[in-house]
């Protein structure tokens, strides 16, 4: 019951946002009582909270199992930055995260740090097994994807541009490995 409650939660928040959502909402769509609902969640932050933790989680386990299945170190790099979230979080709701859910905000912010490690991981033992060269700083790297990710996660630029952040993601990386020049 309580997975069926947090697939409705994130159905609603997709269609009204998170402050458009009630209980009421919730209990309709699933066709049963609002104390149904508060025997799993006590609250409508709660609910909130397990919705970005749940999605979070299956984010870093898919991840992680995503790169010790790749061979190749773009295919590593991609799978180190490539989202796989459960609950796919509207970019357009991020910035309502930030301001209401600061501890929501956090948990993001702390997933941002761990796919940016994954990839100095990556970057490192790229350089030391002579796949990546040895005149490019990692921390730069690392600091520009940091930068980028943060930008692109403007909403605004994606829509305008009929991008999803994957896509813009996937770009980046034949960026990192190919430039612009054509040699």
């Known amino acids: 019951m309580k997975e069926r409650i ?12 998170i402050n458009g959502f009630t209980m009421n909402d919730i209990s309709k769509e699933l066709h ?3 104390q149904t609902i508060y025997t799993y969640f006590k609250s409508k932050d709660e609910l909130m909270i397990e919705l970005v933790r749940s999605s979070l989680e ?3 386990t898919l991840t992680e199992e995503a790169v010790a299945e790749a061979h190749e170190l773009k295919e590593k790099l991609k799978a180190a930055l490539i989202s796989y979230h459960k609950y796919k979080i509207p970019l357009e709701l991020l910035e309502e995260i930030r301001k209401i859910y600061p501890e929501l905000w956090g948990m993001l912010e702390e ?3 761990f796919k940016l490690k994954i990839v100095r991981d990556i970057l490192d033992e790229g350089i030391e097994d002579g796949e990546v060269s040895k005149k490019i700083n990692p921390q730069i790297i ?3 994807l ?3 990710t943060l930008a692109l996660l403007n909403d605004e630029f994606l829509q305008k541009n009929n991008t999803t952040l994957n896509q ?13 020049l054509i040699r």
């Open 111 to 113: 997933q941002r740090n």
């Open 6 to 17: 947090l697939d409705a939660v994130y159905r609603l928040v997709k269609v009204k946002g």
């Open 168 to 180: 813009a993601l996937e770009e980046l990386i034949n960026l990192i490995f190919y430039g612009i």
């Open 142 to 144: 690392n600091y520009l």
């Open 58 to 60: 299956d984010n870093k």
């Open 32 to 34: 049963i009582g609002k």
């Open 146 to 148: 940091d930068k980028v």
